[in-house]
């Protein structure tokens, strides 16, 4: 899944909010960050749709209670990956999404051809490190204290086939305190999730975001006609 010349996903900048489409699986605290920029005007989106893999998850109940429309599917109600992917990615079709975003969603997905970097994801630590399979929740900041690390952070990426892979976009570093506990080292990583993963969003929205094999890159703002006459 890379492209070898420079690949814009968005080519012309939205002139509307982005469609989103929020996969949940916990208690969708990512979600309820996306909503409160969008309703202080710091994030131009809308979510027409959230699915969740868990049926009993907190993020249902708080999506729901929020006026979404949330589906449940469960990866247990499919043989396999394609399935489970197929049925969600025909949600987002038919809700017209156009990005799609994993917030503390835990299953794998298979990203089909017409949603290729239209998958975004975030991961509560530094890619490569304490990442893929089995790295979620608690588990990951348990792990980062567990090494000595004395940084960690959050990653935004485009999600490709396999567990925290896929072309970062951006990442921001926390300090590991000494005294840290992973309950005090995840609020801190959260904080900077909160303002990381609507950023990623803007700039993509924004047409602003530039892909290269495994390398994503922010390009500079597009002077618009006006911006350019301010400045001549
Ligand atoms: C986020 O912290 C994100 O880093 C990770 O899942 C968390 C959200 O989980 N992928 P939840 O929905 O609050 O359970």
């Given at each position: 899944m890379t492209s070898i010349t420079p690949f814009r996903p968005v080519p012309v900048p939205f002139a509307r909010p982005i469609r989103l489409g929020v996969l949940i699986s916990g208690g969708g605290s990512t979600l309820l960050n996306f909503l409160e920029k969008i309703d202080s005007g710091e994030l131009s989106a809308e979510v027409p749709l959230v699915i969740a893999s868990r049926p009993d998850c907190a993020g249902v109940?708080?999506?729901?209670?929020?006026?979404?429309?949330?589906?449940?599917?469960?990866?247990?109600?499919?043989?396999?990956?394609?399935?489970?992917s197929q049925a969600i990615f025909s949600k987002c079709r038919r809700a017209r999404v156009e990005l799609v975003t994993l917030a503390g969603f835990l299953n794998l997905i298979e990203?089909?051809?017409?949603?290729?970097?239209?998958?975004?994801?975030?991961?509560?630590?530094?890619?490569?490190?304490?990442?893929?399979?089995?790295?979620?929740?608690?588990?990951?900041?348990?792990?980062?204290?567990?090494?000595?690390?004395?940084?960690?952070?959050?990653?935004?990426?485009?999600?490709?086939?396999?567990?925290?892979?896929?072309?970062?976009?951006?990442?921001s570093?926390?300090?590991?305190?000494?005294?840290?506990?992973?309950?005090?080292?995840?609020?801190?990583?959260?904080?900077?999730?909160?303002?990381?993963?609507?950023?990623?969003?803007?700039?993509?929205?924004?047409?602003?975001?530039?892909?290269?094999?495994?390398r994503a890159r922010v390009v500079p703002a597009r002077r618009t006609a006006a911006s350019k006459e301010e400045t001549e």
């Open positions: 109940s708080r999506a729901r209670s929020a006026g979404l429309d949330c589906d449940v599917v469960e990866r247990k109600s499919f043989p396999g990956t394609v399935e489970f990203v089909p051809d017409d949603f290729r970097y239209r998958v975004m994801n975030i991961h509560p630590a530094l890619i490569p490190s304490f990442c893929g399979q089995g790295f979620y929740g608690h588990k990951v900041h348990e792990a980062v204290l567990a090494h000595g690390a004395k940084v960690s952070g959050c990653t935004v990426h485009f999600a490709d086939n396999q567990y925290d892979h896929g072309p970062i976009i951006l990442q570093c926390v300090a590991v305190a000494d005294d840290d506990t992973p309950q005090t080292l995840a609020a801190r990583v959260f904080a900077a999730e909160c303002q990381t993963y609507p950023e990623a969003i803007r700039l993509y929205a924004a047409g602003r975001l530039e892909i290269t094999g495994q």
